[in-house]
């Protein structure tokens, strides 16, 4: 069987982020003020710095206004809920992430709940999270709605797929499965205690691998032709002593022999995280301008 059809993450999202771009400046145009998102560091964590400094750097080329607040480990949870109190009332921010995790000792759920359900552009928010339950407009999680735009980049119509989600958190595994749904798949959502996991697995036409596990998902778990999109990051020991490298949830080599099409690790679903937050945060903007 041929290889799989490689699904160029990087080339997708900058095709998001030109429409982006194009988006901002006419609402730019309109309101007299480009989109402003602001982003709260918390702490030195190496892998969020590293993410903080990325998506300012696109905001920022995509016509933002980006507003970044570095906190120290420190922080109290009362001095972190004032500011995003403070971003909340703030006209010119459209949207506001906190970068997670946070150091211990801050309740994420209670800093989540405290931001603007209109400027929620993770898409945490309870409130965000029952309206894409129940099907109305919300602002998304990143993530899962770059996945679900790369299995459309495959598949004009995901209609009547029976789509395998793998993983259950409320980040990835949960809106993704909604928003599955609402493109009329026929969805299971398999987890650490599903029986015969891989006979599950081997049912789908379309699989969402997000697990944390490295390589966890076998070639022979994929059914010949299907959409495979892989959501893992793990950093594992790589071929050199002392070097590592980044792979999936998905053992890719042994999958892109059978499957039909496969996003690879790195550079499939990690670039559209970043493209769908820009494209959150015009919505926001676009939907707070609506409502004036």
């Given amino acids: 069987m041929a290889e799989a059809r490689l699904i160029d993450g990087k080339r997708i999202a900058e095709t998001v982020r030109a429409d982006v771009a194009a988006g901002v400046a006419r609402f730019a145009a309109r309101a007299g003020r480009p989109p402003g998102l602001a982003v709260v560091l918390v702490g030195e964590d190496p892998a969020s710095q590293v993410y903080v400094r990325s998506k300012g750097k696109q905001t920022v080329e995509a016509g933002m ?16 809920l004032d500011l995003v109190a403070a971003l909340n009332r703030d006209d010119a921010i459209d949207g506001i992430l906190v970068q997670l995790p946070l150091p211990p000792g801050l309740d994420a759920g209670a800093v989540i709940e405290a931001i603007d359900p209109a400027k929620d552009v993770d898409g945490f928010h309870p409130v965000n999270a029952g309206r894409l339950a129940i099907g109305a407009p919300s602002l998304v999680p990143c993530t899962p709605l770059g996945s679900v735009m790369l299995a459309k980049s495959v598949s004009a119509s995901l209609a009547g797929m029976e789509a395998v989600v793998l993983g259950r958190s409320t980040i990835v595994g949960k809106p993704v499965a909604q928003l599955l749904l609402a493109e009329d798949c026929t ?23 997000a697990v944390g596990r490295p390589e966890m998902v076998r070639g022979d778990w994929i059914k010949p032709g299907a959409v495979v999109i892989d959501v893992g990051i793990n950093r594992v020991a790589g071929a050199e002593p002392g070097k590592t490298k980044l792979v999936g949830d998905v053992a890719f080599d042994e999958a892109s022999r059978i499957a039909g099409a496969i996003t690879p690790v790195p550079g499939g679903v990690g670039p559209m995280t970043i493209a769908c937050l820009l494209r959150n945060t015009l919505t926001a903007a676009e939907q707070r301008a609506e409502r004036r």
Avoid: F
Avoid at 67 to 79: F, G, N, V
Avoid at 187 to 209: E, F, G, Q, W, Y
């Fill in 65 to 80: 206004r980006s507003i970044e607040h570095k906190l120290p480990a420190t922080t109290s949870q009362r001095e972190l």
């Fill in 187 to 209: 969805v299971t959502i398999a987890h650490s205690k599903t029986r015969h996991l891989a006979d599950v697995v081997r049912r789908a036409d379309l699989v969402v691998a």
